[in-house]
């Protein structure tokens, strides 16, 4: 979101601060089952585009509403949390005291250094 015109047309903008050890074990991950690579062949792919994360994924990080570092705390998950409630209520019928019921279920999804596989 270079554009700040682009940038504005978003309610919240979240930025998932992800350790390049851990971006690399996930690509080689999906990239052995899903593409039949080879673990060595995935990752001289990530090595080499670890520039362009670095020139274009890296840099919005400082126009992010909220950031959000693996392994989330639980402290980080309670304030997406926090702040997904009001836009996930903007319009709908649902009630109050969902809302920390809403808070649990993200802390039970997140509270953990993988997020599940699709």
Known sequence: MWRE???RL???KIYLD???PVRLRRRIARD???RGRTAASA???FL????LHKRYVEPQKQWADLVLSQPFQENDIIQLADRLWPLL???SLLPA???ETFRAELLTLLKTDELPSD
């Open 32 to 34: 052995v089952a899903e």
């Open 43 to 45: 990752k001289t792919r």
């Open 89 to 91: 209520q903007n319009g």
């Open 48 to 51: 080499s585009i670890a520039p």
């Open 5 to 7: 015109s682009t940038r």
């Open 18 to 20: 992800c350790p390049a």
């Open 10 to 12: 978003f309610d919240l």
């Open 97 to 99: 005291w969902m809302h």
